[in-house]
Nanobody
């Protein structure tokens, strides 16, 4: 069973960029679809981006054109490149499987977009 640990969050100004990393304790090669989720206070956790084993991607409308998800199976790592950040992007970001049973949720990484 793979464990996923998020990192790379922080405070950034509106319009800025940030890259998140999700490091796995085991191989992610066999996981068909990996995703980044986020949860803001008082809101439901939502899937914002996903990537298949072949590299196909899908994005929530709110982040499409601004965020890029990618995976490196050799490094057992998933990335989320975030550009043109907005205050509404402020949330705790998590990575997990986006198809089939989810792994245990980690602590996530906090992203705060504020001037």
């Amino acid at each position: 069973q793979v464990q996923l640990v998020e990192s790379g969050g922080g405070l950034v100004q509106p319009g800025g960029s940030l890259t998140l990393s999700c490091a796995a304790s085991g191989s992610i090669f066999s996981i068909n679809i990996l995703g980044w989720y986020r949860q803001a206070p008082g809101k439901q956790r939502e899937l914002v981006a996903s990537v298949t084993s072949s590299g196909a991607t899908n994005y929530a409308a709110s982040v499409k054109g601004r965020f890029t998800i990618s995976r490196d199976n050799a490094k057992n790592t998933v990335y989320l490149q975030m550009n043109s950040l907005k205050p509404e992007d402020t949330a705790v970001y998590y990575c997990n499987k986006a198809w089939g049973p989810r792994a245990s949720w980690g602590q996530g990484t906090q992203v705060t977009v504020s001037s």
